[in-house]
């Protein structure tokens, strides 16, 4: 039969593959936003508010304008107008701060831009930018770091959680606190706005390209067809361009204003102001267990810091309720409004930070239980998500404990603190659960089969790094059982099929179903013109007769099998199209059928040399159920990126608020320190490959932000062995180690 012969042909599901865009990038041929030069651009340089409360009293561009190659000095009135939009995430039209750009002559926070310089080159922008003299009526901003939360509201509750804690034999009562940490990917935020007529193009740093042109086309009043967002390389995001900030309406008006092509790219101290941070965030966490370590009652009250502009929450319940069982159990949350700039989402929000604390939390349990935490962890593992009621769609964090500790070595630990040694070090031997949500958003994707033998999918989705070039091409390849250089993949064009965002973790999974409709609709129009058309092996056979399976046209009683390009040429036909969908299940009002995750556990070494003060991360095992895993080198880059990550939340990052002027003092690399290779081991990932197929039909879940859930807890709980201190705030200073 024909279809089994061609189920001998390579697969590429489930292979380590290297990136199919790698050579572009590493020969500087890809092209990213601010890579982008048009004919007569222009370039412009945001004014930041040098306060961080206050008002704006005056705007001097006089000497400004008189610089050479400065072509306007533009501020309050002089832009067309920008209309406020009201973030709505069913319809894509999420914006991170409300407030369109200079609406006011309010400042709320410290960069808030204020004015903007357009020269002919970017020195001559910066340097106008740089003498504009504003005068400010400025008040004391609001930067304390302590958080207190006006009102408080309960994320999720069961069974009576403070009467649990009080009949409880054995509690923990903790205070934990992170810094705001300040996404930094490696390219800075940039925007080229061009408008042809009344047709705009952005070329965007864009974590979703359909949703950045719904909510420009809404803010400058046209309609969505007449603006047209690309980003077909994006120098990570982490979160910080899910949603458009003010730079991007900015530089469109501009351009619209001044009839030319505006580039506009922030700075890295820029990237510490309007364009989002992890805010800070302080947790109380309570537990209560039987002395056989049964969890009785666990209580989470978390507080984060947002801005006067929104109010964004950071969901740090948002694994509390399904990571344990317990009968008791109540997550409150609550906001406290700073003079900083809109927070956003940072890789893994909400269950990253809400894990370093409960993680934190059930070590300190462990350790007062005298209990083993890997143990601890086994004996409150849940039969089903006991916060919504419903089973796990699949769940093996059981066989990520226990693998994770075989591959560690973990049995040999001695739990007495600072009993561990090797080499005149002290080992400290951490280790901690975590989970991230798996859903799948709205997605279409296009195919279309080419006589040559080649084929083109399509989707307005995004590659942020993370390899979606790469995994669109194999999941195409494999369902076509063609090669995989035959496939071009082309994607970050708000004008391709409406696409998911890259955010969440979601993007492959999303694209399964869009990609496997899309092939099967192609192939529906080829066995149509097969069957219709002239001279081919089918020409005259009832189309209802044929199927379309591994890229091949077949009579489904038999009979050979002729590929697509063959029947094409046969046909004289270039091209045939196909086009297909994905429903979401992100989001959904109501109560699921599964409760969808994925789970992981970390283990973690570190050394410890209290006569010089130096702390090393020696070792770290990361394993993983994230169900099929399509490319496991891309996979395991993913990981190992996040536990780098996680290695600085716990060591390194955090953003520091001056209280009198309100700015972010370390808003550069050298202050604002971010893990680098030095800091790093060997990184030892695993996972352990259950298929989800409640997700999807190739069972994948994403691998994006696990590898940071959980990371950070786990390295704490690894210095408290080696030392025996607590680490309840991050980042970890060194001094509190001794
Ligand atoms: Mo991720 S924080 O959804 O980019």
């Known amino acids: 039969m024909a279809q089994s012969q061609a189920a001998s042909s390579v697969t590429y599901i489930g292979k380590a593959r290297a990136r199919v865009d790698g050579p572009l990038k590493v020969t500087g041929t890809a092209r990213y936003a601010s890579d982008h030069n048009l004919p007569g651009m222009l370039y412009a340089v945001p004014v930041g508010a040098t306060i961080a409360k206050g008002t704006i009293k005056d705007i001097d561009t006089a000497r400004a304008r008189q610089m050479p190659g400065v072509r306007a000095i533009l501020k309050r009135g002089d832009l067309p107008p920008i209309a406020k939009i009201t973030a709505n995430f069913g319809e894509s039209l999420m914006v991170d701060e409300p407030r369109p750009p200079f ?146 309406p900015l530089a469109a008006a501009a351009a619209m204003k001044l009839g030319k092509p505006i580039k506009l790219v922030l700075s890295r101290p820029m990237m510490f102001h309007a364009v989002g941070h992890r805010p800070r965030i302080e947790q109380r966490v309570r537990l209560g267990a039987s002395r056989d370590g049964k969890l009785v009652s666990l209580q989470q009250d978390y507080v984060n810091s947002t801005s006067i502009l929104d109010d964004y929450e950071e969901n740090c319940g948002e694994a509390t309720p ?92 001695d739990p007495k603190i600072g009993s561990m040694k090797r080499d005149g070090k002290t080992l400290g031997w951490g280790m901690a659960a975590c989970s991230w949500l798996a859903a799948r958003f709205d997605c279409t994707a296009a195919i279309e089969l080419r006589d040559d033998g080649t084929v083109r999918v399509s989707s307005a989705s995004q590659d942020i790094g993370t390899g979606t070039y790469t995994v669109m091409a194999q999941m195409v390849a494999e369902t076509l059982s063609i090669a995989i250089e035959r496939v071009e993949v082309v994607i970050g064009d708000s004008s391709l099929p409406s696409g998911a965002l890259s955010g969440g973790s979601m993007l492959t999974a999303s694209l399964i179903a869009p990609i496997d409709a899309a092939i099967a609709a192609a192939g529906a129009a080829l066995i149509t013109q097969a069957s219709a058309g002239k001279n081919t092996p089918f020409s005259g056979v009832d189309a209802k007769k044929l199927q379309f399976s591994r890229g091949k046209v077949t009579a489904k009683d038999g009979g050979s099998a002729t590929a697509f390009d063959e029947v094409l040429r046969a046909l004289k036909v270039k091209s045939v199209s196909g086009q297909g969908s994905g429903e979401g299940t992100f989001g959904i009002e109501g109560k699921p059928k599964f409760s969808s995750h994925s789970f992981g556990a970390h283990f973690v070494e570190v050394m410890w040399q209290p006569e010089i003060a130096r702390l090393r991360v020696s070792r770290v095992v990361s394993v993983f159920d994230a169900g099929r895993i399509i490319n496991p080198l891309a996979a395991r880059n993913q990981i190992e990126g996040a536990v780098v990550m996680g290695i600085g939340m716990a060591l390194f990052e955090g953003t520091e608020y001056d209280a009198r002027s309100g700015a972010p003092v370390n808003a550069n690399f050298a202050d604002y320190v971010v893990a680098t290779n030095a800091d790093i081991p060997a990184l030892d990932v695993h996972f352990i490959e259950y298929p989800d197929f409640n997700l999807n039909t190739l069972g994948a879940r994403g691998v994006g932000e696990i590898g940071l859930a959980g990371t950070a807890a786990a390295l704490t709980n690894a210095i408290y062995h080696a030392t025996g201190v607590r680490v309840r705030e991050l980042p970890m200073k060194i001094e509190s180690l001794l």
């Open 322 to 413: 399904h990571m344990y069982s317990v009968p008791n159990l109540r997550v409150t949350s609550g906001l406290a409004k700073r003079n900083i700039g809109t927070p956003t989402a940072m890789r893994g929000p909400g269950a990253v930070p809400g894990l370093f604390a409960t993680e934190s939390a059930m070590d300190e349990l462990a350790a007062k239980l005298g209990m083993d935490p890997v143990e601890l962890h086994l004996i409150n593992e849940p039969q089903l998500d006991e916060g919504l009621g419903v089973p796990f769609s699949s769940r093996h964090l059981k066989e990520c404990l226990t693998l994770g500790a075989e591959k560690f070595g973990w049995p040999k630990r």
């Open 103 to 248: 609406d006011d002559d309010t400042v709320r926070y410290y960069g808030q831009y204020v004015a903007l310089a357009v020269a002919d080159t970017f020195e001559q922008a910066k340097a106008a930018a740089d003498a504009v003299a504003v005068t400010y009526a400025a008040e004391t901003p609001n930067v304390d770091p302590h958080l207190v939360a006006k009102e408080t509201k309960v994320a999720s509750e069961r069974g009576n959680a403070e009467k649990g804690f009080a009949s409880a034999p054995v509690t923990i009562d903790a205070l934990y606190a992170i810094s705001p940490e300040t996404h930094n990917p490696i390219e800075t935020h940039a925007t080229v706005a061009t408008w042809d007529g009344d047709e705009l193009t952005l070329y965007e740093t864009s974590q979703g390209v359909i949703n950045h042109r719904n909510v420009l086309a809404d803010m400058l009043g046209l309609p969505r067809h007449k603006v047209r967002v690309i980003a077909k390389f994006i120098g990570s995001g982490f979160g910080s361009k899910l949603w458009p900030w003010s730079q991007s």
